[in-house]
């Protein structure tokens, strides 16, 4: 079954009961049993819910999966994933990646004794020489936020195969549609299912997919045993978004390059980060693991200062200034004091993060609007 199809049938059939094409919403927080123990597959809403686990099955077809877990966030999505470590374990993540996760890691696991160090994933040979007896994770995201630098995911996972270490893969930025991770020999996939995967702006959810029977289970009974889950109108939104993925995220990745060529034209941008140049330090990467490079764009300006970059956010019409991503409306942000707020200055200015940052989410409007619409903007600094 291809993409196109899988988004729309893989895992859903028809209600048994109604006949109904659209997996009904189960609203229920508790389910009647003949007798203890003998009931249809369903005891307890925070165990289990329909709605919830058709979205769990179309989710792990989507991203060639066995299983599926949805949570409540993509943060507690990672939590979850967090909590499989033991103290003394230790952590390699790449050093660009979105500010929640590095105050994850920093301000509530490290002080159990997890140890996270920060690194360039993109060079194999300083992120080896991190490797210890004791490291028992790498987090990649790739696409990274906000800089859009490019990991090799089979490179990483090749690195420590054999050596009992997960290598989880952050999806979110790329979508089940452009990057498969687990086919690249990523024990986890991670989304925050908030962005592409629901597509509208309108839910909160996260998800993890893998093919590892065991990891399943652990993230199985830490759903169930801590209960960020979400609930069943929220799994519902994300199944519906899921049904235009594929057609969205193209839109979005054709408006993009359009947007980034635009912007490396502009006499006021000093630098366009965007993986689709051929002149990107990991085009080929990009151009190996994706299917196309993705709809986020980032940019510094000529005039390097905040200011600046401040009437160019407050300046735009069909940008929207806000956080997040993935909508099918575009939106424009300031990593530094938005996404990123909660990582030290220095530390995003080791990987580029200026003041001057503006990050873009390109929607699937008309791209001629768009790119006027910038335009107008950068014409006020």
Same mark, same amino acid.
């Not at 001057?356 to 008309?366: A, N, Q, Y």
């Given at each position: #079954? ?67 877990? *949805? ?33 994850? #890691? ?40 906000? #800089? ?19 290598? *989880? ?65 929220? *799994? ?16 979005? *990745? ?128």
């Amino acid at each position: #079954m291809k993409f196109g199809t899988k988004v729309i049938h893989a895992g859903i059939e028809p209600d048994p009961s109604t006949g109904a094409i659209m997996t009904p919403i189960f609203q229920t927080s508790t389910y009647v049993q003949a007798a203890p123990g003998d009931h249809k597959g369903y005891e307890y809403a925070r165990t289990q819910n329909p709605t919830r686990s058709v979205l769990e099955k179309n989710l792990a077809s989507l991203e060639n999966g066995t299983d599926a877990i *949805c949570f409540g966030s993509g943060l507690a999505a990672m939590d979850s994933i967090l909590k499989l470590l033991n103290p003394g374990d230790e952590v390699i993540a790449t050093d660009d990646l979105y500010g929640g996760s590095y105050r994850m #890691m920093t301000k509530v696991f490290a002080k159990y004794g997890i140890k996270f160090q920060f690194a360039d994933l993109t060079n194999s040979d300083k992120f080896r020489s991190l490797i210890t007896l004791k490291t028992r994770m790498i987090w990649v995201e790739t696409p990274t936020n906000p #800089m859009l630098n490019i990991i090799d995911i089979k490179r990483v996972c090749d690195n420590v195969k054999g050596q009992n270490i997960m290598v *989880c893969v952050d999806n979110t930025f790329a979508s089940p549609y452009l990057q498969n991770p687990l086919d690249l020999g990523a024990d986890l996939v991670v989304h925050s299912a908030t962005k592409y995967l629901g597509g509208h702006s309108d839910v909160i959810h996260g998800a993890i997919i893998t093919k590892n029977a065991e990891i399943a289970a652990q993230l199985r009974f830490l759903q169930n045993a801590v209960g960020a889950i979400p609930g069943p109108q929220d *799994c519902f939104l994300i199944l519906r978004g899921i049904k235009t993925l594929h057609i969205r995220v193209e839109r979005a *990745c054709q408006n993009a390059e359009k947007i980034a060529d635009f912007l490396q034209r502009h006499p006021k941008v000093s630098k366009v980060y965007y993986p689709g140049f051929k002149n990107h330090p990991a085009h080929e990467v990009a151009k190996k693991q994706m299917k196309m490079f993705g709809g986020m764009v980032s940019f510094d300006l000529t005039a390097n200062s905040e200011d600046s970059a401040r009437k160019v956010l407050s300046g735009t019409h069909l940008f929207s200034l806000a956080e997040s991503l993935g909508g099918v409306e575009s939106l424009i942000g300031h990593p530094a004091s938005m996404t990123h707020g909660s990582i030290p200055k220095e530390e995003r200015l080791k990987v580029g993060l200026t003041d001057s940052l503006i990050r873009l989410s390109v929607g699937i409007e008309d791209v001629d609007d768009l790119i006027q619409d910038l335009d107008q903007a950068l014409a006020k600094v």
